[in-house]
């Protein structure tokens, strides 16, 4: 996975930040941001996770460290 989509969630979620510190916001929309938040922060998660996660023995198989696996 490209860093585009994780940069994309991160300015996502320093934009509704900056909203929700403001103050600005009638009760009910700031429940409804935070709720977009926990949303976004666990898309961002399943994404970094995606990129960390090892390898399967398939995936090393079809990138040519089959010798890794000896």
């Known amino acids: 996975m490209s860093p585009e989509p994780l940069e994309e969630l ?3 979620l320093e934009r ?3 909203r929700l510190r403001d103050g600005e916001l009638e009760p009910e929309a700031a429940a409804v941001l935070v709720e977009e938040c926990a ?4 898309e961002a998660g399943a994404a970094l996770e ?3 996660r090892p390898a399967t ?3 090393l198989l079809a990138g040519g460290a089959q ?3 000896l």
């Open 10 to 12: 991160t300015e996502r």
């Open 16 to 18: 509704a930040a900056t």
């Open 39 to 42: 949303r976004l922060a666990t």
């Open 50 to 52: 995606r990129r960390l």
């Open 67 to 69: 010798e890794s696996l």
């Open 57 to 59: 023995g398939e995936e």
